[in-house]
């Protein structure tokens, strides 16, 4: 099986022009508002994706963001840039989720729950690791797609669903033990085919996998471990989800007292939002 899943990596399509414009952008060490702009402006479904992301709950803006221009303003930069990489990799991939009962869309929602959750909890302790984990967090599940496909090609989409959805918290486990690989394994080696950045890759890599990682990055690996956890396709921001999501931040000394703080208040902004 992981033959399969390496031949669907390596005839995945070539990195959009849009991304590549988008990964030269962010390596730059000055970033102009303006030129973020040019390139967006050339992809409708990006610009439609960040303004509907925008005014989302998740943010909570008391105003409708009506420009892509000030929604790069009040979301920043490199926020932004996860947001534009998420949505052309969903069309890149253009595949189903079934394996995982959720909608591309729904991946979306996903993954910018986990990357408000990162600012709210890391955001105030350590602004720099905040803006350097935006773009993992958000791509992160990104090798999804690829097992989603292997399932169904496989017929194991029912029984793997019937796995996760039995118990959402070891996720990860049970796609080792179903296509002897993970979703961030995977990830890992999508990104390395397509010539991203080797720390966004090395950070992903390890997310299932902390034991062997690097010392250098784990950190960085520990806190989208959680907030994987937390963010979960099955049951987002559940009580389970907290309770196994806060025992791991405790196992890995991380700050229990912020991230109670920014669970709460985006369970506060999804009710809000029903």
């Not at 729950?113 to 803006?131: A, P, R, T």
């Not at 999804?144 to 039995?166: C, P, R, W």
Request: proline share 3%; charged share 25%; net charge negative.
């Amino acid at each position: 099986m992981i033959q399969d899943i390496t031949k669907m990596i390596d005839s995945l399509p070539p990195l959009p022009k849009t991304l590549m414009e988008l990964e030269e952008f962010r390596k730059k060490p000055t970033q102009e508002i303006s030129e973020l702009l040019t390139i967006l402006e050339k992809d409708p479904l990006i610009l439609a994706t960040l303004l509907k992301i925008a005014n989302s709950a998740m943010f909570g803006f008391r105003h409708k963001v009506e420009t892509t221009k000030k929604a790069i303003e009040l979301i920043g930069i490199n926020f932004t840039l996860s947001i534009a990489f998420g949505s052309a990799i969903k069309s890149t991939l253009n595949t189903n989720l079934e394996a995982y009962n959720i909608t591309a869309d729904q991946f979306i929602e996903l993954a910018n729950m986990s990357s408000n959750l990162l600012v709210k909890w890391i955001g105030k302790l350590d602004l720099q690791l905040k803006e350097q984990l935006l773009l993992p967090v958000f791509l992160q599940e990104t090798g999804k797609f690829v097992l989603s496909n292997i399932a169904k090609e496989y017929n194991k989409t029912d029984a793997f669903y019937k796995s996760i959805q039995n118990d959402f918290t070891k996720i990860a486990q049970i796609e080792a033990n179903h296509f002897e690989s993970t979703s961030s394994q995977i990830t890992a080696a999508i990104f390395e085919q397509w010539g991203l950045d080797d720390k966004l890759i090395n950070i992903i890599r390890y997310v299932d996998d902390i034991e062997h990682c690097d010392k250098v990055y784990l950190k960085e690996v520990q806190i989208l471990n959680v907030l994987k956890i937390l963010c979960n396709p099955i049951e987002p921001l559940s009580d389970k989800a907290v309770e196994v999501g806060i025992q791991k931040a405790k196992e890995y000394n991380l700050d229990i007292r912020g991230l109670e703080k920014a669970i709460e208040v985006m369970q506060d902004r999804i009710l809000d939002a029903m």
